[in-house]
């Protein structure tokens, strides 16, 4: 199994800083809630490390050109199936059976909102971002408009979990590296 650093070389080889950015947040998402599972942190890690690499350059071929590029690399079949899976109903037929796979589903497009309502508050942080802000910027259909709704909900009933729980849990795994985000910094006008 290749390690950390070898898999964020393989990401950002293949990413710009807009995805890489993303799979640092959707990594750190995965450890959390490893962590709260009682799972492994390193492995769920890297699948939310991994998740998205074939997206910037292959977009077409999402998931499908991941799956190609980890098999080349070494990655197991249990570890390219949870890749796969975050793709369910989307681009791909893989549906979310383990408990790795259903946290990857919930928290890859919640992640992205999150951070999206952090960049809206004066302080752009997560350290005093609230459930409820969220709440309410998900009942938003126009803001951040590329976080599926229904892949969250979705998401939080495979994990037998209410939305706010989810929601709450992203933004605690997030806070730890806001400013690796882009967050934290204050706007001033």
């Known amino acids: 199994m290749p390690t950390r650093e070898e898999a964020f070389a393989l990401l950002s080889a293949y990413n710009g800083d807009a995805l890489v950015t993303h799979g640092l947040a959707v990594e750190a998402a995965m450890r959390h809630f490893a962590t709260l599972f009682g799972e492994d942190p390193e492995y769920w890690g890297m699948v939310g490390l991994l998740h998205d690499l074939d997206y910037e350059q292959f977009p077409e071929q999402h998931c499908y050109k991941t799956q190609e590029i980890l098999r080349e690399k070494g990655y197991e079949e249990a570890f390219i199936r949870a890749v796969m899976s975050h793709g369910w109903g989307l681009c791909t037929d893989v549906e979310p059976l383990s408990k790795l796979e259903k946290t990857l589903y919930g928290v890859d497009e919640l992640t992205g909102l999150v951070i999206a ?27 951040a408009a ?40 204050p706007s001033y006008m």
Do not use: T
């Open 146 to 185: 590329g976080a599926n709704r229904e892949v969250i909900q979705k998401g939080a009933a495979m994990l037998d979990m209410e939305l706010d729980m989810l929601i709450h849990e992203v933004i605690v795994a997030l806070r730890p590296i806001e400013a690796r985000l882009g967050l934290g910094q």
């Open 117 to 143: 309502c952090a960049l809206v508050r004066p302080s752009r942080s997560l350290q005093d971002l609230e459930v409820k802000s969220v709440k309410k910027k998900f009942k938003q259909a126009s803001f």
